[in-house]
């Protein structure tokens, strides 16, 4: 094989080859990126022959210009393809992380549109023509919606707890139950951010049980906060008991040196409470107990953006403003327009709160799942009649690290091929464009309706028959 080194063609004879330019106009590439290209596969191919791994037999230069160029159209086109794209999510998980947690609501992604395109009053305050600061672009609209003093945005809640555990609580002691000291995705965990942020984590009580006295006993002179972390991505059931937030209220006000934060984590500005759907506390709720400060996630069941929001005392959210991390943790322009599009629905009426697609994930009627079931069925029957389709009743998640014991009543679809495993299918199906993401369970596609859209049967139907 290694004689065949000689045919390979210099790379001055591939610089003015034909297929050359007709991959930089076909790809919209500049010359010197699809040279690289050129280089790289050039001497991938030399690389080949010359350890024996090369796939070819009486090869000739012809050949090794063909095969050459054909590896490096395919490079090109995976250079300019995006990686994010749509994907239609059939798992029937609302909040998957995997997947990009909450979709935004069409007036959050007009005014992100809007502000990405033009200019804006990011930090102007077109008032006075003067500098303006950007936590006043939505300070108002949080303070509206969540009943606090003051309020401002991170990048997300682990920023968050970062932020107020670093300001308020660094180098004294921060009282957490032993019992919420919680992991969440991604090995985040409130011990080891709490050490990262110099704050001195205080435990106290036990995994299970924790009491009031066991706050009151760990209070001393060198005790900055009480910190409750909201476990909102498991449940402990049985021989249990934990502090409520207006008892650890009446604790920290006895004492005037002392911080009471909680860390609402999930971010609930709606009652799905009163839907018969999980305990969740509702922010508003939290902020009338008296606590000093809250923090909660933009991109959970609040339905936003991917941001942290920080709501509470005016004294306390003054000193994190001013603090340095805050330029560090900041979000930007396109977040904030998201985020003030989401917060305004729940200004308005309960119609508005439910065009946010969360919401309306989480509380959407059986009866309309079964709708689309229903279309989806009598369409895919035409369009693939060797597919074996069975409709089921079924159970949806929540997802993303909130309400772990919640099941929400669903329809879905059971599908199986004559020929194709379940595992061959579900990737065919994922490699497809765009790419739909499902369950298997017991050999069998399951495709959950409570997160596929009307818009998006149409292209599951064409996929099926694709495929």
């Known amino acids: 094989m290694k004689e065949f080194v000689r045919f390979l063609p210099p790379i001055h004879e591939l610089q003015k080859h034909s297929n050359l330019s007709k991959i930089v106009h076909t790809y919209d590439l500049s010359e010197e990126s699809v040279i690289e290209l050129v280089k790289a596969e050039l001497d991938k191919i030399r690389t080949g022959i010359l350890s024996g791994t090369f796939q070819g037999s009486e090869p000739s230069k012809s050949f090794f210009i063909e095969t050459l160029f054909n590896r ?24 998957h992380t995997n997947l990009g947690r909450a979709r935004l609501n069409e007036a959050a992604i ?20 003067t500098r303006g600061s950007r936590h006043d672009v939505i300070e108002e609209l949080i303070k509206r919606v969540t009943g606090a003093e003051a309020a401002m945005v991170v990048n997300n809640n682990a920023a968050a707890v970062f932020l107020i555990l670093n300001a308020l609580g660094k180098g ?73 937030t207006e008892e650890l209220v009446k604790i920290t006000q ?33 902020i009338k107990l008296g606590v000093d400060l809250v923090s909660f996630s933009g991109d959970k069941l609040l339905g936003g953006p991917q941001a942290g929001i920080i709501a509470g005392k005016k004294e306390l959210i003054s000193q994190l403003k001013k ?57 895919v029957k035409n369009a693939s009649p060797q597919l074996a ?17 919640v099941q929400l009543p669903t329809v879905v679809v059971e599908i199986t091929h004559p020929v194709k495993s379940s595992h061959e299918l579900a990737k065919q199906l994922r490699d497809h464009s765009p790419s739909i993401v499902c369950r298997i369970k017991q050999e069998k596609i399951i495709l959950d309706f409570r997160t596929i859209s009307e818009e998006d049967i149409p292209l599951i139907v064409r996929a099926f028959n694709q495929i």
């Not at 007009?110 to 023509?129: C, D, F, H, P, R």
């Open 389 to 405: 389709v069975f409709i089921k009743e079924d159970f949806s998640q929540v997802g993303g690290g909130t309400m772990p014991d």
């Open 72 to 95: 490096v159209e395919v490079e090109a086109a995976n250079m300019t393809e995006f990686y994010l794209r749509k994907v239609i999510n059939g798992t029937g998980t609302v909040l």
């Open 172 to 244: 004294s002691e921060v009282i957490v139950s032993r019992g919420q000291l919680v992991e969440i995705g991604g090995s985040f965990r409130v011990s080891s951010i709490m050490e990262e942020s110099g704050a001195i984590l205080k435990e106290v009580g036990t995994t299970n049980k924790t009491h009031m006295s066991d706050y009151e006993l760990a209070i001393n002179e060198n005790t900055s906060m009480i910190m409750k972390v909201h476990t909102s991505n498991f449940k402990t059931i049985g021989f249990t008991k934990t502090v409520e």
């Open 254 to 286: 006895k004492h005037d040196h002392l911080i009471f934060y909680e860390d609402l984590g999930s971010g609930v500005l709606y009652d799905f409470a009163k839907h018969g759907i999980g305990d969740e506390p509702v922010v508003r709720d939290v």
């Open 110 to 129: 007009e005014k992100m549109i809007e502000v990405a395109k033009n200019y804006s009053n990011l930090e102007y305050n077109i008032t006075t023509g």
């Open 323 to 379: 603090h340095q991390l805050a330029r560090v943790l900041r979000v930007d322009k396109i977040t904030l327009a998201a985020l003030e599009a989401t917060l305004h629905c729940y200004g308005k009426t309960e119609e508005k709160v439910r065009e946010i697609p969360t919401v309306k994930d989480i509380i959407e009627d059986t009866n309309i799942i079964r709708n689309k079931v229903d279309c989806f069925c009598s369409m």
